[in-house]
């Protein structure tokens, strides 16, 4: 499976930015879907997830802020961020798991497929 992100960009700190996932080429089976990301000098993390029965999960730091989702239709993953701060400056990267979510720090490294990634920097 193939995957190109879109939508970063900058913005102020409480501000909302929406990224896209577009997913092409052998998209049929079971995947876990979700978003890392990494920020200049610091470990890439995985901030969300969403498995093929709907179920989301979040790193503590984005919950209540985040929302992972997909349109089927379109083969698109979301990652709509509201209340956005400083520390959310980092590239984010799209990311496929073939079968289901194990956890988020498990899905931080272990992925099949992964984007080429877009910026995101957050202004203070």
């Known amino acids: 499976v193939q995957l190109m992100e879109s939508g970063g960009g900058s913005v102020q700190a409480g501000g909302s930015l929406r990224l896209s996932c577009r997913a092409s080429g052998a998209t049929s089976g079971t995947y876990c879907m979700g978003w890392v990301r990494q920020a200049p000098g610091e470990s890439r993390e995985g901030i969300a997830t969403l498995g093929s029965g709907g179920r989301t999960t979040y790193r503590d730091s984005v919950k209540g802020r985040f929302t992972i989702s997909k349109d089927n239709d379109k083969n698109t993953l979301y990652l709509q961020m509201d209340s956005l701060k400083s520390e959310d400056t980092a590239v984010y990267y799209c990311?496929?798991?073939?079968?289901?979510?194990?956890?988020?720090?498990?899905?931080?490294?272990?992925?099949?497929?992964r984007g080429q990634g877009t910026q995101v920097t957050v202004s203070s």
């Open positions: 990311a496929a798991l073939r079968g289901g979510c194990i956890s988020i720090p498990w899905f931080s490294w272990n992925y099949d497929n």
